[in-house]
């Protein structure tokens, strides 16, 4: 079983920042993507981004493209989602995920991803 524990979200004005962490532990083995989900109430949930084992070929929403970065950790097993001139649209609980891929593969939406946190609350504030 995998476990995934996020943190780092909270309130924040408009244009301000924050930055997502996620750590998985447990039964991880191979090689594993990771990613950003949100989902706002009322929504269904959506891809934000995501990034290979490798940590590169990071893939983005449009919608984020540009204010959001998402860096693997060298542990491999940490994951962060740097966001920045933040919108009151991008309010939402976000969610890290995980998913078995190859060592360079960073799927997008269209994928099924295996494992799930259970999310962290960012709201921004006008």
């Known amino acids: 079983q995998v476990q995934l524990v996020e943190s780092g979200g909270g309130l924040v004005p408009p244009g301000g920042s924050l930055r997502l962490s996620c750590t998985a532990s447990g039964r991880l083995i191979g090689w594993y993507a990771m990613a950003w989900f949100r989902q706002a109430p009322g929504k269904e949930r959506e891809f934000v981004a995501s990034v290979s084992w490798s940590g590169d070929f990071p893939k983005y929403a449009d919608s984020v493209k540009g204010r959001f970065t998402i860096v693997r950790d060298q542990a491999k097993n940490k994951v962060s989602l740097q966001m920045t001139s933040l919108k009151p649209e991008d309010t939402a609980l976000y969610y890290c995920?995980?998913?078995?891929?190859?060592?360079?593969?960073?799927?997008?939406?269209?994928?099924?991803?295996?494992?799930w946190g259970q999310g962290t609350q960012v709201t921004v504030f006008s």
């Open positions: 995920a995980t998913k078995a891929s190859a060592p360079h593969s960073a799927p997008g939406p269209e994928s099924t991803y295996d494992n």
